[in-house]
């Protein structure tokens, strides 16, 4: 019995059908069709149905996925372990989100890809809530305040942001001076979402009304420099705009509570080395990155303080 049959199994079985676990694994169609018939003629019994919709396991291919993907990993694990020199091999797949992935985390995955030749990574951008476990992604970076989940999560370093609007704005609606005046000023949100802010040593939560909502950060700047109202954003996203004169952060005296970047990944009771591998590795980059530092207003010279680029 072939682990390269049992792990295509898996991947079929977790996809849902042959077509998006070939783009998975990155594999034809053919390839996927015959290691999945080699293993069940090697066990004599049929694993999948096969559908106009895809494929679903039948009764014994659900009780064999179990313990063909406990013996997958276990092979990968012993796999790492004798790697020269703690190298990585196999296919990563990281979900990461359009919104200043491409720009500020992907330099970080690419130095990953550097370090370990052996290591095929496919990493997909989108701002959209990706199902890691549905959609076959080995871990996702993540950014904001974790919703409650199943999924395992590490937090690999701060996000600072602040409550900003135009000079426009302003001059024309004011701007709030206490969380609870936000609700008389339109907000430019991600979707219904609460925004909190810190009163002292408590946390103040609000729920802002808004007519323009986008699932992109980028669009959200852009509708604040355009003075449709005023938003909730991160540091890295305005620092220019802010050093600009575009945006002028507003209710300082009440800032936002930090958010964080995370990797998070499917439950499991040991994560793979190339996912352990990867956190540690945007843990120590983060950490020196400048551009996540926190805008600082204002300075004992009344000055504005913007990451460095």
């Known amino acids: 019995m072939e682990i390269e049959d049992l792990q295509t199994f898996v991947a079929v079985a977790d996809a849902g059908g042959v077509s998006p676990a070939a783009r998975r694994l990155g594999l034809s169609k053919s390839i996927v069709s015959r290691r999945l018939l080699r293993l069940e003629s090697e066990l004599g019994v049929q694993l999948l149905a096969r ?8 009764e014994a291919g659900a009780t064999f996925r179990e313990h063909a993907a406990r013996v997958s990993a276990e092979i990968e694990l012993a796999r790492e372990a004798i ?7 196999g296919r990563l797949r990281i979900a990461m989100p359009l919104t200043f992935g491409p720009t500020h985390f992907a330099p970080m995955v690419a130095e990953l890809a550097r370090r370990h030749p052996q290591l095929h990574i496919h990493t997909v951008y989108s701002d959209r809530f990706v199902d890691l476990i549905a959609e076959g992604f080995d871990c996702a970076i993540r950014v904001g ?4 989940s199943n999924l395992v ?3 690999i370093g701060p996000i600072y942001g602040k409550l900003v609007a135009s000079p426009d704005y302003i001059e024309t609606h004011g701007s709030p001076e206490k969380p609870e005046e936000i609700a008389a000023h339109p907000a430019l949100m991600q979707s219904m979402e609460t925004w909190q802010f810190m009163d002292a040593d408590k946390i103040v939560t609000i729920q802002p009304q808004g007519r323009f909502k986008a699932d992109s950060a980028t669009a959200l700047v852009a509708a604040a420099a355009a003075g449709l109202g005023i938003a ?7 620092h220019e705009h802010v050093s600009a004169g575009a945006l002028v952060p507003i209710m300082m005296r009440y800032p936002p509570p930090p958010a964080g970047a995370y990797v998070v ?7 793979e080395r190339k ?3 990867l956190t540690e590795l945007l843990i120590e980059m983060l950490e020196h990155d400048p551009r996540f530092a926190e805008i600082r207003l204002p300075n004992t010279n009344g000055e504005v303080f913007v990451p460095a680029m």
């Open 265 to 271: 990944r499917p439950p499991g009771q040991h994560p």
């Open 153 to 155: 999560a590490r937090r």
């Open 83 to 89: 790697l020269p020199n703690g190298d990585l091999r």
């Open 232 to 238: 909730w954003l991160p540091d890295c996203m305005i």
């Open 275 to 277: 996912i352990r591998v």
């Open 145 to 148: 305040y974790l919703q409650d």
């Open 51 to 58: 559908t106009t919709r895809g494929a679903a396991l039948t």
